[in-house]
């Protein structure tokens, strides 16, 4: 437990809250400031400031936790959907330095939107190839292998290309024999 960390204190029920999910790692409450019914945050039960912090098993924990609070709240509020994910950092609107999950029940007509309304920054200098590259090398990671497009796949294609080609040549054909009827003959 972090000193004076609401999140730890909470998870530690010093603090009162409206506790809707708990196993032995984590506790999930709903949000005090909630930005729809439903707004739950969930929370590893000891600090971690960002999930960089947690070991893998931890991060599988957390978020086994976070879809059953979900299949929870789907069960007693029936949302259209949901979004859900973590503020990391400072600029990223992490308010509380301690890890957590938002749960947001989306309704149909309650104004959000998707993740992509979050910011609006794309790349401007680097395409999608040069950014994918510098996040491999950073990770470790290697390129995997772009795969052919399997012949079934080519085959299909072309016959679907030859079906609208096919479809072109009719409807100028039933053009022009309407052209050739409607002509005067001696």
Known sequence: MAD????????????????????????????????????TVVVPKKHFSTIFDL???????????VRNTMKAIEAGLKPAGFNYGANHGRVAGQAIDHLHIHILPRFENDGGGSMHSIVRNP???????EVAGL??????????????????????????DIGKKLKELEEELAKHTKTFLRMKRP
């Open 4 to 39: 004076g960390c609401i999140f730890c204190r909470i998870a530690g029920k010093d603090i009162s809250s409206e506790i809707v999910y708990e196993d032995d790692h984590v506790v999930s409450f709903l949000d005090i400031n909630p930005i729809s019914p439903g707004h």
């Open 55 to 65: 070991a893998d098993g931890d991060v599988a924990g957390l978020f086994v936790a």
């Open 123 to 129: 790349p401007k200098q680097q395409s999608l190839e």
């Open 135 to 160: 996040i491999r090398g950073a990770g470790g990671f290697k390129q995997v292998e772009k795969k052919e497009e399997v012949p079934a796949a080519k085959e299909e294609k072309k016959e679907e």
